[in-house]
């Protein structure tokens, strides 16, 4: 099944309910397109215990200023449970990307350290993330996206955590039965 059939399958199973199909749109514009991740400019938080730089692709976590971050932050841990569900070898790494002004940074990195979650968190003070990454809409549902590492190219969007359907398309996409 070739990457066009695989995001059309995926926007009808999750989106098909949606009369304005905006979701759907949303989603659409992000596949292919190339993800910039500015990481000199942003603060890491060096909790994460398995950095693997070698992967192939990047699952990646975006938190806006728009979002709860106390709620985000809290539900952190449930990514580790989903990660450890795959290999120690596995090609994708988990990289979570958090917007938060420069007054409450120092706080969430003490905060964040503290929650020893394993795996990497850059705070983007500058917001450059955003602005780099234009094309991300403000919409939560499309702030988890699978991409390739090399080139930023993004394969899938969704949340594999709460979406079975992604989850399951995402671990065709990493084990190349695209």
């Keep these: 099944m070739g ?28 596949i292919g397109k190339e993800i910039v991740i500015d990481s000199c400019q942003m603060r890491r938080i060096d909790v994460a215990r398995n950095y693997r730089k070698q992967t192939e ?17 809290n539900k952190l841990h449930e990514w580790d449970s ?21 007054q409450n940074a120092d706080f969430l990195s003490m905060y964040l ?11 983007d003070t500058l917001g450059l993330f955003e602005k780099n990454n234009s094309f991300i809409p403000r919409l939560p549902l499309c702030h988890v996206f699978l991409c390739r590492r090399k080139t930023g190219e993004i394969l899938l969007v969704g949340n594999p955590v709460t ?3 992604i989850d399951t398309l995402l671990r065709k996409v990493i084990n190349n039965q695209e």
């Design 3 to 30: 990457k066009t059939s695989l995001i059309v399958i995926v926007l009808s199973l999750i989106y098909s309910c949606d009369p304005k199909n905006s979701i759907k749109d949303n989603i659409a514009q992000m």
């Design 57 to 73: 692709y990047l699952l990646i976590c975006y938190m806006d200023s728009a979002e709860c971050k106390t709620c985000a932050i």
């Design 82 to 102: 989903y990660m450890s569900s795959f290999k120690d070898d596995t090609k994708m790494e988990l990289l979570f990307v958090i917007n938060s002004d420069y």
């Design 113 to 123: 350290a503290s929650q020893k979650v394993k795996h990497s968190i850059y705070i």
């Design 163 to 165: 979406n079975q359907n």
